[in-house]
């Protein structure tokens, strides 16, 4: 298994940027497909990124293609999630996933705390 602590969030105006990170604990992190999420009240969580194993292939929800990147440092046990031109309804919690199956981005068994991100007009 893996643990996900997940640090970065707070406060944004729009068009502005946020960078999120997710530290992992564990000597596998290498081997688990990474991705973020989120969920705003009354509506289900949904895929935002997702990053295979060596940081070779990224896949983005359509809403925040063009604006979010996905990255990883395995060296670092760490994932990111690089938020630039903000907007209000990017408000949500984010979650950090690991083991995401792709390229279906049902999401895997593995889940950080959250960390809210919230965007002003």
């Known amino acids: 298994q893996v643990q996900l602590v997940e640090s970065g969030g707070g406060l944004a105006q729009a068009g502005g940027s946020l960078r999120l990170s997710c530290a992992a604990s564990?000597?596998?992190?290498?081997?688990?497909?990474m991705g973020w999420f989120r969920q705003v009240p009354g509506k289900e969580r949904e895929f935002v990124a997702a990053i295979s194993r060596s940081g070779g292939n990224t896949y983005y929800a359509d809403s925040v293609k063009g604006r979010f990147t996905i990255s990883r440092d395995n060296a670092k046990n760490t994932v990111y999630l690089s938020m630039n031109s903000l907007k209000p309804e990017d408000t949500a919690v984010y979650y950090c996933?690991?083991?995401?199956?792709?390229?279906?981005?049902?999401?895997?068994?593995?889940w950080g705390q959250g960390t809210q991100v919230t965007v002003s007009s």
């Open positions: 996933n690991a083991d995401i199956h792709l390229p279906s981005m049902r999401s895997g068994n593995y």
């Open positions: 564990g000597r596998t992190f290498s081997t688990y497909r």
